[in-house]
Nanobody
Framework: QVQLVESGGGLVQAGGSLRLSCAAS????????MGWFRQAPGKEREFVAAISWSGGRVNYADSVKGRFTISRDNAKNTVYLQMNSLKPEDTAVYLC???????????????WGQGTQVTVSS
């Protein structure tokens, strides 16, 4: 069974930083891409970033380019999202997902974590 567990969320002031982690079950991690999405109250889930299984391909939403960095450590079965220069509009539940790369980017992953709350105060 595929399991994804996010951590690292919290409350931070605008301009601050957080690093999210998503730990995945070993069976999927080494072969699938990983992605981060977010969902704010009353809004649809939106793509944030994705990384291929090798780490050689990455993709970011325009709204986070230059501020967020996705990375993965295959030895630890973990993907990270370093978030810098946070803005109040980044407030959302952040979820990780796993699937083949194009499916992750398209938001069509079968496997999702439960999410971690990020709140950015102004």
């Amino acid at each position: 069974q595929v399991q994804l567990v996010e951590s690292g969320g919290g409350l931070v002031q605008a301009g601050g930083s957080l690093r999210l982690s998503c730990a995945a079950s070993a069976r999927t991690f080494s072969t699938y891409a990983m992605g981060w999405f977010r969902q704010a109250p009353g809004k649809e889930r939106e793509f944030v970033a994705a990384i291929s299984w090798s780490g050689g391909r990455v993709n970011y939403a325009d709204s986070v380019k230059g501020r967020f960095t996705i990375s993965r450590d295959n030895a630890k079965n973990t993907v990270y999202l370093q978030m810098n220069s946070l803005k109040p509009e980044d407030t959302a539940v952040y979820l990780c997902a796993t699937a083949p790369y194009d499916m992750v980017v398209a938001g069509r992953s079968r496997y999702w974590g439960q999410g971690t709350q990020v709140t950015v105060s102004s």
